[in-house]
């Protein structure tokens, strides 16, 4: 306990100190500004008409999580790339730890850091909340819908960390791999299309991130099946991590 | 204390080292010598458990390298060649976050300590990368000093340090050496023999020797040539070297006459002097060719090729070499 406390300790401040974190954060923002810009834009035309349009509680998280397929593997290619290329990864596994608890706390100094672009980008929740009346039942399903959502695509992308040495290379592959499974929804309409059955298509859509996010958590729908789908990828992800970190010691 | 019983790591067919066995004793330091790719970090990644051996035991600290790695990992400090650290951290910081991850009690105060040990209090709070290799280095030891541990294996820790930095680490692993089992790789010759209770060869993924300095230099110090310089003819002096039957064969060589013994047990010193005496000839100087741990690094290593004629020397090396084989077996 005290080891995966003592990495995500380091991660975390490693992450506050580093000007790529808050380039995210900026990124975000801005991008998240300009879109809620053009959306006032709009409901002021729409209320000109003398019909206004309901504020979108999930808009903020909404974007977030198609976001992600950039940011995540921003945030996690040097986890466990970096160690392994300048050696310290040698140090850490001849330490008194098993490697679950280094990925633990790394994995968690993400989602941290992540947890706190979430938080920031509540300032737009709060916004709508003065000029207009957002579902706080949406809210609070789509912001904790994309906390659970970007805990697993941290955790996916931080796969590849582990398989290579080269960072670039692992945000590649992080970024290839969570459009695959953003865009799972798409493969699964055009695999119904083809008159194969229906049990292949739902298998790939609900493989997919989309249909345990957007139909639901976004909606504010919270079922049990979706925050367990989350917690199952966060969970395998890190085993798998695990485990790929484990057979450097029969590789080295 | 390190017990090492036929250890071998095989990668496929190639082997990285094969049947290494020694040990290495509490309040000694044990160099570990070899030349690059020798199988000296394999060995000591096996030691510190970041990797399992393919075959074969060793203990550290008491525990099992292999199915007590953790028992180990507690008790054993590691430097790993070429020290890596988080260059993005300070000094101080990297130790404390060392400290936590061992689960050490008053990390901060610890981390103190062994800076200051290592002479690098006054940087504590330098960034890693802001650091000279000298003092990285001397980081790397307190990192690997900092839970006090019984055993502490030291990959390399002086390669790339200026010399005035190498006699620094130097007297300091002396010095830890008082009251830690130390094993200390590296490929300077002079720097195990000067450091070092205990020298274990090892070349190609073998064993070629073990011993104190001294013990190996003087096992193969028998048998080696003398050199004398005498005030008289040449050629006169030469004559009578030869004639000795403690000689076996003499010549002339850049330093004066050199005479191989006939019999290593024997040293042919005093009778070469008693006949240069009885001549009345003054004798400048007799004194056996001197063996430092270079010599013997080459002739043990340079024996193993297969290209070796067999000659008189090489024969005193192949028992010496059979000696150290049956003490392993």
Redesign the interface.
């Known amino acids: 306990m005290?080891?995966i406390?003592?990495?995500f300790?380091?991660e975390l401040a490693?992450y506050f100190?580093s000007p790529v974190a808050y380039a995210i954060a900026f990124a975000l923002l801005l991008f998240l500004g300009v879109l809620f810009n053009g959306f006032i834009a709009q409901a002021n035309a729409a209320l000109s008409f003398g019909s206004g349009i309901p504020a979108d509680a999930g808009f903020a998280p909404n974007l977030l999580t198609f976001l992600m397929f950039l940011i995540a593997p921003l945030l996690t290619m040097r986890l466990l790339a970096e160690e392994s290329r300048?050696?310290?990864?040698?140090?850490?596994?001849?330490?008194?730890?098993h490697e679950s608890s280094f990925i633990i706390g790394k994995f968690l100094a993400a989602w941290a850091y992540y947890t706190a672009l979430l938080l920031l980008s509540l300032v737009f929740y709060v916004l709508q909340s003065f000029i207009g009346v957002p579902d706080a039942g949406v809210a609070l399903g789509a912001y904790g819908g994309a906390w659970l959502y970007g805990g697993a695509v941290l955790a996916i992308t931080m796969i590849w960390s582990a398989v290579t040495e080269d960072q670039i290379v692992a945000a590649f592959l992080g970024s290839a791999t969570i459009l695959v499974l953003y865009l799972a929804e798409i493969a699964a309409i055009w695999i119904a299309g083809q008159g194969s059955s229906s049990l292949v298509a739902d298998f790939v859509r609900e493989l997919g991130l989309q249909a345990h996010f957007s139909v639901t958590l976004a909606q504010g729908i919270v079922r049990a099946e979706d925050v367990v789908y989350f917690i199952c990828v966060i969970i395998g992800a890190l085993f798998i991590t695990t485990r790929l970190v484990e057979t450097r010691?029969?590789r080295? | 204390m390190i017990e090492v019983e036929r250890l071998s790591k095989r990668y496929g067919e190639v082997s990285a080292i094969r049947d290494v066995s020694f040990a290495a004793r509490p309040g000694e330091v044990t160099g570990f010598l070899g030349p690059n790719g020798a199988g000296k970090t394999t060995t000591m990644?096996i030691l510190?458990?970041?990797?399992?051996p393919s075959s074969g035991r060793a203990i550290v600290a008491g525990h099992d390298v292999f199915t007590d790695s953790?028992e180990v990992?507690?008790r054993?400090g590691?430097l790993?060649e070429?020290v890596?650290?988080?260059?993005?951290?300070t000094a101080i910081g990297y130790l404390k976050?060392?400290a936590?991850?061992?689960?050490l009690r008053d990390g901060k105060r610890r981390a103190r300590e062994v800076l200051e040990r290592v002479d690098l209090l006054p940087r504590a709070n330098s960034r890693i990368r802001t650091l000279s290799k000298g003092m990285r280095q001397r980081v790397g030891v307190a990192?690997a000093l900092i839970h006090d541990p019984e055993v502490l294996i030291l990959d390399e820790p002086t390669i790339g340090l200026d010399p005035f930095q190498v006699l620094e680490l130097r007297d300091l692993v002396r010095v830890l050496g008082r009251d830690h089992t130390v094993l200390f790789s590296t490929h300077i010759l002079s720097e195990a023999e000067q450091i070092c209770d205990q020298v274990v060869i090892i070349d190609r993924g073998q064993i070629m020797a073990q011993g104190s300095p001294q013990a190996l230099r003087s096992e193969l110090e028998s048998g080696r040539p003398v050199v004398l310089r005498v005030e008289a003819p040449l050629d006169e002096a030469l004559a009578l070297v030869s004639a000795l039957p403690e000689v076996e064969r003499a010549g002339i060589s850049a330093d004066g006459i050199t005479a191989t013994p006939a019999n290593p047990e024997q040293d042919p010193r005093p009778a070469i002097a008693r006949a240069v005496l009885e001549r009345g000839w003054a004798l400048n100087e007799l004194r056996s060719v001197a063996v430092t741990l270079e010599d013997i690094f080459l002739e043990v290593a340079g024996s193993h090729a297969p290209s070796e004629e067999p000659s008189g020397e090489a024969e005193t090396l192949a028992d010496l070499m059979e000696e150290d084989e049956v003490s392993h077996a």
């Open positions: 005290h080891s406390l003592a990495v300790r380091r490693l100190r300048e050696g310290t990864l040698e140090v850490l596994m001849t330490l008194p730890l010691r029969w080295a | 990644r510190t458990g970041f990797m399992p953790m990992r507690r054993v590691y790993p070429n890596p650290l988080y260059r993005d951290m976050f060392i936590d991850i061992r689960g990192q």
